[in-house]
């Protein structure tokens, strides 16, 4: 297998599935002809036996092929979400690091992120909320990472700078506004990743001119 290969059966081994032309965002959107090269490509790694292909969808999904979930799973739409939410990220010409999809950060009823990663150089958790559930479900969904915040094993995290340990923003993607709150990391909710995307973007922006004031400020003199 050639780089390009090596990195797609990494991308369904951490996304569990990805439809053809996520596949081709991902791994060919910058050739001339991405769905002929995309298609080759799939299907002699098909042939091979190292990816599967699942018909019952359009575009087809593929699967590696040494995969358990079923074709029809009820997470399989959870899934190909969270693929566009890092196709978006992409987008937007930073990518993102350390990616894993569905993190364990202990037992079973501990916090499980849909997905972690660091991304403008922020460590996030992120929760792709499509359906709409009650104020009390959700809150009890961040108690669990008010749970996961004071063991301090996220201290000792890959992604943490030793001296610099930031616990990461929760980012709910929903439609819904949810009243849920912290006193201990940021919650911000947005319907999509471009929406998050500007709304840093327009903080960095405001950072400039902030310490600019404060300094004009500072050189004042009062008669």
């Keep these: 297998m050639n780089k390009r290969d090596k990195a797609i059966v990494e991308a369904l081994r951490n996304f569990r599935m990805l439809s053809r032309d996520q596949i ?3 791994y060919f959107n910058n050739l001339k002809n991405p769905v002929n090269s995309a298609n080759n490509v799939l299907k002699r790694l098909s042939r091979d036996g190292i990816i599967k292909c699942s018909k019952k969808y359009s575009p087809y999904v593929y699967f590696l092929a040494e995969s358990k979930i079923k074709e029809d799973s009820q997470k399989a739409p959870h899934f ?9 990220m992409e987008k937007t010409g930073h990518s993102p690091k350390f990616l894993t999809i569905e993190p364990k950060y202990g037992k079973k009823g501990t916090v499980e992120p849909d997905m972690f990663c660091k991304w403008l150089g922020l460590p996030i958790f992120i929760e792709l909320q499509r359906s709409t ?6 809150q009890k969904k961040i108690d669990l990472y008010e749970n996961y915040f004071y063991s301090d094993d996220w201290k000792q995290e890959p992604y943490q700078e030793f001296g610099r340990e ?6 709910l993607i929903t439609n819904t506004r949810y009243p849920v709150k912290s006193e201990n990391f940021n919650i911000i909710q947005v319907p999509n990743i471009t929406e998050l995307y500007n709304l840093v973007q327009q903080r960095q922006q405001k950072k400039p001119v902030e310490r600019q004031q404060i300094s004009v400020s500072s050189n004042l003199k009062f008669k």
């Design 166 to 171: 930031r616990f990461p923003k929760l980012i």
């Design 24 to 26: 081709i965002e991902l």
């Design 133 to 138: 559930y009650t104020a009390a479900v959700m």
């Design 80 to 88: 190909l979400g969270l693929a566009d939410v890092v196709i978006e």
